[in-house]
Structure formats: C-alpha cells, structure tokens
C-alpha cells in the first residue's frame, strides 16, 4: 500500500550506549506525540561497565524507559530512585523542568536492550510540574488469527482495547507485540503508526521490515497484518499527529530557540528550575546551543 513507508534507524551514542535513533527522522520528526526514540543495544556489558546516563535536565516532554533485557536505574531531582525491569515502564513528565540520571543497578555487566521514547507535551501542560510514575504491571491483550497469533503490552495509551495506567498529555500509545504467524491487529484511523522491529523479521501488510528498518503508517487505517516467519517482536507506536511545531535542541523541547536557549542557561547556572539530581556522576555540561 502507498500509506507505507520504509524508514532507517542512524547510529548514534548515549553516554557509554551503543543506539539507533528512529525519531525523529528526516520525513517524520513526530508520530503522534512521539518526538524521539532511542532503541539502546542490544549490547552485552562487561563486567565493570555501566549504562552512566549523568544527569541531565528535561524540559516540555515526558520520557518512557522501556526495556526489552537487563535493568536500569532511574534518580530524578524529585528525589525519585527506581530500578526498572522488562515488562515495566518508567515515565517522567518534566513540564517546566526536571534533571535525571539512569545508572546501571550493578557492575556486574549483563544485558542491556530498551528503547528511550520522548513525547512532546502540548501547551496546556508543558509548563506545568514535573513527575515521575513507575508501572510495574501493565495491561496484555491477546490477538489470535487463523494464521497466527500476538500478544501486546501497552504501556502508554490505549491499543486492542486495553489501556495503560500511565498519565498522557496527548492521545498516543505505545505497546510491545510479540508476533508468531500472521495476524491482523486493529489500528485506529485518526492516528498515524510506526512499527519498529526489535526482534526477528516481520512483514507488514506484506512489505518485510528488518532490525535497523521501521515502517510508518500514515492516518487513515483501521488495521494492519503483521506477519513473522518465526517468533519477532515489534513497538508499535502511535497517535493522533501533534499539531503544534516543536522546536527541539539538546534534551529540550520548546517552540522557539528562544526557549531552548534560555532552558540551556538555567541549567549551566544551576538554576532552581532544574534542581540536583542524587546521583554519584558528574552533572551533564554541554556547550550552548550554535545560535547563542
Ligand atoms: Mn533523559
């Protein structure tokens, strides 16, 4: 179908992490409110090594861990400080302003495969407190067809007729789904999709994706058939498309350089705006944005 378009992941670092950035992209910055995704390894750490994520601020957005294998430890300058695991979601709305860490729990080395998700908060909430939320359980749907069968969880929004605890600003979802066969899964035709593989390879509506190659789905759908010779695992994302322009820079989201610029100076300051962070690494500096 024409609706269909075959997107590539760049290579990219975080910290001491190996990632494949799938937004924002050249033709697609957001889909729904997602405005960045960062799929981290799936690498296999040595014994010593650590995620070391130091803190850094947020500003206009929230921020989803997913992870697929290992753990991580999230500090934020709420004093918050959790470990999460596969299966659980961790989502920290930072509004006007927030600072966080994500660490490694041990030095042991072990796995480490996730994906970090931004969403862009709209006007009505993007100035307003931080949060922090941690899901230990979410909701799971089955879908089961004549050629196959998934199983999703959701961890933000509502997809197949389950619906995730977490808060959300705009309406977006985003659910892991395991696929054996093929199966239909149902898609909502105001929102815009992205499936990106995680594991294994997957077809959709006939056209094969690879890890690295993610497809998106313009409005207008009410489903799509996912298809896996074996067993695979995609994110499916999604969302009525945001209609606000985002200017984005370093770990902020704004609507003018302005913004962004002035976002940068109070955190170099050290301003109440983006209070310390509990954490035994070294507070991120960055050089000011190129047009200051
Ligand atoms: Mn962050």
Redesign the pocket.
């Known amino acids: 179908m024409t609706d269909l378009e075959l997107l590539t992941a760049r290579a990219s670092r975080v910290g001491s992490l190996p990632v494949a950035r799938v937004l924002p992209s050249r033709p697609h910055r957001t889909v729904g409110a997602w405005c960045f995704a960062d799929l981290m390894g799936p690498v296999e750490l040595a014994a010593g090594a650590g995620v070391d ?1 130091a803190p ?1 601020p ?1 500003c206009g957005l929230q ?1 989803v861990t997913w992870l697929f294998a290992g753990e991580i430890l999230h500090r934020d300058s709420l004093g918050s400080e959790q470990v999460i695991r596969p299966g659980q979601c961790n989502l ?1 709305t930072a509004g006007h302003g927030v600072a ?1 860490s ?1 660490e490694s729990v041990t030095r042991t080395g072990g796995p480490v495969h996730g994906i ?1 998700l931004w969403a862009a908060q709209p006007s009505v909430t993007r100035g307003g407190d931080a949060a922090f939320e941690h899901h230990g359980e979410l909701a799971r749907v089955a879908m089961t067809g004549a050629r196959g069968d998934a199983e999703a969880t959701v961890f933000v929004g509502g997809f197949a007729g389950v619906a995730s605890p977490a808060r959300r600003d705009w309406e977006s979802f985003g659910a892991e789904v395991a696929v054996r066969g093929a199966v239909d899964v149902p898609l909502v035709a105001a929102h815009e999709h992205l499936v990106v593989v995680i594991d294994g390879a997957v077809a959709v509506d006939g056209t094969a994706i690879a890890p690295g190659v993610h497809a998106y789905l313009a409005p207008g759908r009410d489903g799509a058939t996912l298809q896996s010779a074996d067993d695979a695992r995609v994110l499916l994302l999604g969302g009525v498309p945001f209609p606000e322009p985002i200017e984005m820079w370093w ?1 902020f989201v704004a609507r003018s350089r302005q913004e962004l610029g002035e976002a940068w100076r109070q955190w170099s300051d050290g301003a109440p705006r983006f209070p310390s962070v509990a954490s035994p690494l070294p507070r991120t500096e960055v050089a000011p944005p190129p047009w200051l």
Do not use: I, K
Request: glycine share 0%; charged share 10%; no cysteine.
């Open positions: 994520v850094h947020h921020t920290m966080h994500e970090q770990n």
